[in-house]
Nanobody, 126 residues
Framework: EVQLVESGGGLVQAGGSLRLSCATS????????IAWFRQAPGKEREGVSC????????TYADSVKGRFTISSDNAKNTVYLQMNSLKPADTAVYYC???????????????????WGQGTQVTVSS
């Protein structure tokens, strides 16, 4: 059974930091790309960052470049999202998702992602 389990969300003041974790199981981690998406109330889900486990390619949305860092621990089949200098606009439910389509994964097209976690809430207060 494929599982992606997010953790690490919470309430933080503007300028603060959080580290999200996405623990995965049930598929060959090295053959997938893992991405973080977020969805704020009343808004569409959007891609935040993606990492291809096999070749290490990384993409960030313009809105988080320079503030967020994605990384992976292949021994633990886990992907992390370090979020620094958080802004109220970063408030959303954050989801991790996995796709085997590593050639196009960096575009973070939602239908290409087969497996999703349940999400973790991040709230940034002003």
């Amino acid at each position: 059974e494929v599982q992606l389990v997010e953790s690490g969300g919470g309430l933080v003041q503007a300028g603060g930091s959080l580290r999200l974790s996405c623990a995965t199981s049930g598929f060959t981690f090295e053959k997938y790309a893992i991405a973080w998406f977020r969805q704020a109330p009343g808004k569409e889900r959007e891609g935040v960052s993606c990492i291809s486990i096999s070749d290490g390619r990384i993409t960030y949305a313009d809105s988080v470049k320079g503030r967020f860092t994605i990384s992976s621990d292949n021994a633990k089949n886990t992907v992390y999202l370090q979020m620094n200098s958080l802004k109220p606009a970063d408030t959303a439910v954050y989801y991790c998702a996995a796709t085997p389509q590593i050639t196009t994964a960096q575009s973070m097209v939602i239908p290409e992602y087969d497996y999703w976690g349940q999400g973790t809430q991040v709230t940034v207060s002003s």
